[in-house]
């Protein structure tokens, strides 16, 4: 007889992060994030976490309490047998609160696998891969942008995202520093929709006139200004990824038909896990690139996503160093890190706490 969800605990949590994380979206000094406990009737338990986001501005930490207090008597006394259902549930009545939703997602995926006696990675798919993560470099300084690569390359770290203001002189100085201080380093150019079409390409002729490679840039300019998006890769013929764009399949497939990305990064956060998969499937469709980000987690918020990336092994780029940039005296997440690479290998069942 499958198990019934027999409570659910909602467990609000603060991080300060070690320096101020800064983007063109704004800026912030502490994450204040919700965990959630779910048990069942014969004592298993799921874990995730709810991030709180300067993206999501109504991913408050008071508004997904509320929501997700809505929707436990929903889930209460439900059989994990139909698990897509209970999902489905969770997105209906959540789905102005993406965080929210996709963490009592996690909690509850991580339950099911834990009754399949399977790592969260061997449930959503069989790669069993390790990963590479890259490091955010908030905006700031430039020299103090290239000391924080400088000894996170000391640490193994080879791959950076910047994250950029969307003015274009001093986004230039930002990198060239950056690359200057890692030279050998791989560097993502992070917009966060702060840039408009003039100035990302006075952007990117700066970037040829100094030879800074950028891997790809990552959500430049508005949500929805495909247009600009568009016409940014036919002129520049450069890789663009969308992030903020991207929250549903059907924001994909609209990308992807407009000619106005060439990849996605997809945020559990943002999706929860099966609708990740989806995401997955339809990038693949199109053959475009696959990048996974994250939010302001800690390392149990974001073992989900590991999870995911190991599992599936479907990404080219990693961004998830959320809790590299907090500070949390003892960490505790499902997975092992040795500098920037993570492993499930030795992972126990659901997400491995």
Known sequence: ?????????????????????????????????????????????????????????????????????????????????????????IWRVSRYHPTAAAAMECALLDAVARTKKQPLAAFLGSSNVSIETDLTLSVGEPA????????????????????????????????????RA????????????????????????????MEIPIVFFEQLFARLDIKAMRTFRQRTHLPLFADESVLTVSDAIKLFEGDAADGINIKV????????????????????????????ESKLGLAASVHLACGTGAFEWVDLDSFFLLNVSAPRGGFKTKGPRFSVNDAAHGIGL
């Open 182 to 209: 890692v030279p050998k380093a791989q560097l993502v150019a992070d917009g966060n929709q702060g840039f408009h079409l003039i100035q990302a390409l006075e952007l990117v002729q700066g970037l040829r006139r």
């Open 269 to 296: 956060a943002k999706s929860g896990l099966l609708g990740a998969l989806d995401l997955i499937h339809i990038a693949q469709r199109f053959k475009k690139r696959l990048a996974i980000g994250c939010m302001e």
């Open 1 to 89: 007889m499958n198990p019934v969800i027999q409570a659910i605990e909602l467990l609000p949590v603060s991080f300060p992060f070690k320096t101020v994380f800064a983007t063109a979206a704004g800026h912030k000094q502490r994450t204040h994030n919700l965990q959630i406990i779910l048990t069942l009737s014969d004592g298993t338990m799921g874990k995730a976490e709810a991030s709180s986001s300067i993206a999501l501005a109504s991913e408050s930490q008071g508004n997904m309490r509320r929501i997700l207090s809505e929707l436990i008597p929903e889930l209460r006394a439900k059989s994990l047998a139909d698990y897509k259902a209970l999902v489905s549930t």
């Open 144 to 179: 103090v942008m290239a000391t924080l690569a400088k000894a996170a390359a000391r640490r193994g770290f080879r791959k950076f995202k910047v994250k950029l203001a969307g003015i274009p002189k001093r986004d230039l100085e930002r990198l060239q520093a950056v690359h």
